[in-house]
């Protein structure tokens, strides 16, 4: 069964009026289950881990389209990932309809300053009876804002900051050059927060493994199926 993002992408496609060619566009034959060309397919090491938390991700309109969109790896990893094209003028009844279910409590991922303080959370908050739903703004940085700022549906929910200590901790561990995550970075920092260590692991390295393969593709070498990244993913499974 296609995941949550997957099935995104072929509704998308289905309403595109011409095919989407991706910047560098390759003629090479994808694969439907990880989007890389056949030869560099990924499929055999995907891995879904259980949860408590959810992610329900809303995505700017090309988003789903893009060959290297991570939002499909958390859909991946994480069983309860939901996926939701955003428009300004309107929105999908499932998507208010997952919003309103009592057994999610929903959190907003955006930075703190761009909401009142009195909806500001740093924690996930521990509520035994409901499971943290993370609601990510899946875009380009305007489009997120622009997505923040437009979906009145969405104020009534705290917005989980992360605070700086993390984000740093993060760079460093990661040795990465900026502190400018993708959507799977930050869902596996929200992971790790709603005690979903394992899932938090698995994800960053599953992220690993798909940069590692895409670029391989991209210079037309063979992946490594014995290198760090692999390792990495085997380590965290
Ligand atoms: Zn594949």
């Known amino acids: 069964m296609p995941h949550a993002v997957s099935r995104l992408r072929d509704e998308r496609l289905a309403r595109s009026a011409k095919p989407f060619l991706a910047r560098g566009g ?4 994808k694969c439907e289950g990880c989007r890389l060309p056949r030869t560099h397919c990924l499929c055999a090491s995907r891995a879904s881990v259980p949860t408590r ?7 700017a309109d090309i988003e789903p389209l893009k060959p290297t969109n991570t939002g499909w790896l958390v859909a991946d990893v994480v ?5 939701f094209g955003w428009a300004r003028t309107e929105v999908d009844p499932a998507l208010l309809a ?5 057994r999610w409590q929903p959190l907003v991922v955006f930075p ?3 909401a009142p303080p009195a909806r500001v959370v740093h924690e996930v908050p521990d509520d035994g009876a409901k499971r943290p739903l993370f609601v990510l703004l899946d875009g ?3 489009e997120a804002r622009k997505m923040f700022r437009k979906s009145p549906y969405l104020d009534r929910f705290p917005v989980l900051s992360l605070r700086p200590e993390q984000v740093s901790s993060y760079v460093l561990r990661r040795s990465r050059r900026d502190d400018h995550f993708c959507t799977s970075e930050v869902a596996s920092l929200c992971l790790a927060l709603a005690g ?22 991209r210079d037309q070498l063979p992946p490594d199926w014995d290198g760090e990244a692999h390792a990495r993913l085997r380590e965290a499974r």
């Open 53 to 59: 938390a959810g992610v329900c991700l809303l995505m």
């Open 98 to 102: 997952l919003l309103a279910d009592p």
């Open 79 to 83: 069983p309860d990932t939901f996926a």
């Open 112 to 114: 703190g300053e761009y």
């Open 140 to 142: 380009t940085w305007s």
């Open 196 to 217: 979903d260590a394992r899932a938090s692991r698995v994800l960053e390295a599953a992220l690993d493994v798909f940069t590692h393969h895409y670029v391989k593709a």
């Open 26 to 29: 390759s003629t090479r034959e």
